[in-house]
């Protein structure tokens, strides 16, 4: 979507391969969101970064994952010795100051095999 | 918890035919509900949003009132074109405006 560039938008790996993706958003979004779109499921939260503050790691499924966003704007999420199982779509999105809507990037698909 | 649940797709309708997509979730305090649409190959795009009881959100044509009564948030439209062929993802955030919760979306396809 615009305003929200995430790369690459297509991903395959090898299984036990890291992989990172990555998220660029335009500025004066504060809060910053990871989720994961599965085949024949709904989004599932992964993590939460919200301006100076401890971010919300409650989504991530397991410690493989992580992720940073860098000086209040660039995110990257990091794979670690990828499953078939994380296979999926991951979305990047933005939300602003006082508007509830989010503001999704196209995202990246991946691709574990 | 929040959750959110929508009816199974997909939901196949001839053009002109009139669209209803439930939608029905349970919350923690006082939710604001979305919907969201996802054509194919894009990303998710915010279609409207009601943010206090009785309020209807609308947007291309497309409309949902916040039902508090019954916890639902049904999207219609009298009348859909091939175009509106995509994903609808209902969803809610509560308190202060953190994660949203998404129902598992529901597949429209519109047929000529």
């Known amino acids: 979507g615009a305003g929200v560039s995430q790369s690459p938008s297509n991903k395959v790996t090898e299984k036990g391969k890291d992989v990172e993706l990555r998220c660029d958003p335009i500025s004066g979004h504060t809060a910053l969101y990871w989720y994961r779109q599965s085949l024949g499921q709904g989004l599932e939260f992964l993590i939460y970064f919200q301006g100076n503050s401890a971010p919300d790691k409650s989504g991530l499924p397991s410690d493989r994952f992580s992720a940073e966003r860098t000086g209040g704007s660039v995110s990257t999420l990091t794979i670690q010795r990828t499953q078939q199982e994380d296979s999926a779509v991951y979305l990047c999105?933005?939300?602003?100051?006082?508007?509830?809507?989010?503001?999704f990037g196209s995202g990246t698909r991946l691709t574990v095999v | 918890g929040n959750s959110v649940t929508q009816m199974e797709g997909p939901v196949t309708l001839s053009e002109e035919a009139f669209l209803t997509i439930n939608c029905t979730y349970t919350?923690?305090?006082?939710?604001?509900l979305f919907w969201y649409v996802q054509y194919p190959g894009e990303g998710l795009q915010l279609l409207l949003k009601?943010?206090?009881?009785?309020d209807k959100g609308s947007n291309k044509g497309f409309e949902a009132t916040y039902r508090k009564e019954t916890t639902s948030f049904h999207l219609e439209k009298g009348s859909v074109q091939v175009s509106d062929s995509a994903v609808y993802f209902c969803a809610l955030v509560t308190g202060g405006g953190n994660k949203l919760t998404f129902g598992t979306g529901t597949q429209l396809k519109v047929e000529l």
């Open positions: 009601a943010t206090k009881a009785d």
């Open positions: 999105a933005l939300a602003g100051r006082t508007d509830y809507g989010y503001t």
């Open positions: 919350a923690t305090g006082y939710p604001s």
